[in-house]
């Protein structure tokens, strides 16, 4: 017999919360079984990557920075040239420096049908070295941030452990909830040698950057193949993939503006514009025409100009700086220097918007420093908690098991909460086949113990 903790219509049993409990717990223990090790990979190499013009300034300094002089800066054909001339090959990109102590960058398409970054001193016009193309340290935290180096397949963790990433912060709020305990609620019991310790450190961290862990998993998932790329291809518009609102007239080719140089995410599929003086009757106005160009028009410091590939190409000038209303892309024909589209944050749809807004902060640009130390912090914490889950499960794990949480007395109880999870699988599919593998995985589990406990019912 149990004591009802309600009594009358509807009564709620002690054996009736304890299962509830049990359940919560044993999927809280699946969640964090799949999500802890990219949590804390994923908070290590964030960490870093908040800090990434920094980082890069210090470890390539020999190449990033220069001494500002009183000289105008040479022009851009003019770095092109010593870019080639020291590195044979075709200029692909030319990228203004972004500020009076920076160095400018080529990329150079060599023979060996290879890219490099070649940095050279704006105001002498003398190449400084170089490196691959995206080479510095920080594209290297950040294509191991996105498990770009692992392919495509590796790549669709991302959104499942996003996805498992929300339902570890809510089961663990429900396991955390006080419950008529004082103790381990927003304070840390007792010293590391005990449980007890590593217990209350998990759930007071748990609470305090739950909330960022559910908003760094939402806006972490544009980036995830399968969901990032329907709301991309819906978010983006019906108009050539341009974001809803910028209506053009004008021929547009087959290549991808991220074909040609890194774009906002809402701006990924959007087509680049043609050039429509490829008879021979103009001559090309030249990179120098194409940047005063870019700048009257006021693009941000730090602009990348991507050049012709083709007689039908275009000059297309980008610039995605930490203010979010300085973003730009600007596509020029290459004979008439007109623009034939410019294209601004104001120009996003609102899905475009608050997604950008989002991915912006997860990126630690929106709010300079505050953000960084803010987005810091939460890095450290989860880092923290993580840890701190292992050495728990660590110090009450069986000798010889898993340290699977206890099943309900009632199975029945998990109705509820597979409803919620079958909810989340629908809105992120690689979730809901994770989902799939996960219940086979604990049926197998109690399938087993069960064998162990009855032999005889083999």
């Known amino acids: 017999m149990t004591n009802p903790v309600i009594t009358g219509q509807g009564a709620v049993s002690e054996t009736d919360r304890s299962d509830l409990y049990r359940a919560v717990w044993r999927w809280h223990f699946y969640a964090g079984l799949l999500v802890l090790p990219f949590l804390i990979t994923l908070s290590i190499t ?47 990109k030319f990228t203004d420096p972004p500020r009076s102590d920076a160095s400018a960058e080529i990329t150079v398409a060599t023979a060996d049908n290879e890219r490099i ?11 400084l070295g170089t490196l691959p193309d995206r080479g510095t340290v920080m594209w290297t935290v950040r294509y191991l941030h996105s498990l770009r180096y692992f392919g495509p397949t590796a790549r669709a963790l991302i959104e499942i452990a996003g996805g498992w990433s929300i339902l570890l912060v809510g089961t663990g709020i429900f396991l955390w909830w006080p419950r008529g305990r004082k103790g381990g609620v927003i304070s840390i019991r007792a010293t590391p040698r005990r449980r007890v310790f590593w217990r209350d450190l998990h ?31 819906w978010a983006n518009g019906s108009n050539f993939g341009y974001p809803s609102g910028v209506r053009v007239d004008v021929p547009m080719s087959d290549r991808k503006l991220s074909d040609t140089a890194k774009t906002s995410w809402t701006l990924e599929q959007a087509q680049i514009p043609e050039s429509t003086g490829a008879d021979g009757a103009a001559p090309a106005i030249g990179i120098d025409a194409a940047a005063e160009t870019f700048d009257r028009l006021g693009l941000h410091d730090g602009y990348t100009i991507s050049l012709p590939g083709s007689p039908n190409g275009v000059y297309t000038g980008s610039v995605y700086p930490d203010d979010l209303h300085q973003q730009r892309v600007v596509h020029l024909d290459q ?4 623009a034939l589209v410019d294209m601004d944050y ?7 918007k608050w997604l950008e807004f989002g991915i912006n902060i997860h990126m630690g640009q929106q709010f300079g420093l505050a953000n960084q130390l803010l987005l810091l912090a939460a890095c450290l914490a989860i880092i923290a908690m993580s840890v701190s889950a292992a050495v728990m499960w660590w110090k009450r794990r069986p000798a010889r098991g898993l340290g699977v949480p206890p099943m309900p007395s009632d199975p029945r109880v998990f109705r509820g909460l597979l409803a919620i999870l079958v909810i989340g699988g629908v809105l992120f599919p690689l979730v809901g086949l994770s989902l799939l593998a996960m219940l086979a995985v604990d049926w197998t589990i109690r399938r087993i113990s069960k064998i162990r406990r009855h032999p005889r019912m083999a």
């Open 203 to 233: 759930a007071v961290t748990g609470l305090f950057v739950g909330g960022v862990i559910v908003f760094l998993a939402i806006t972490g998932m544009p980036w995830s193949n399968v969901w990032g790329g329907k709301v991309n291809e």
């Open 117 to 127: 970054a070649v940095y050279v001193d704006p105001y002498e016009g003398r190449v």
């Open 335 to 338: 004979y008439s220097g007109k």
């Open 346 to 352: 104001d120009d996003y749809g609102p899905a475009g």
């Open 46 to 92: 964030g960490a870093l990557y908040l800090f990434r013009d920094e980082i890069d300034n210090f470890v390539h300094a020999d190449l990033k920075r220069v001494a500002v002089q009183q000289a105008e800066a040479v022009a851009p054909s003019q770095m092109i040239a010593a870019a080639l001339h020291a590195h044979p090959g075709k200029a692909v």
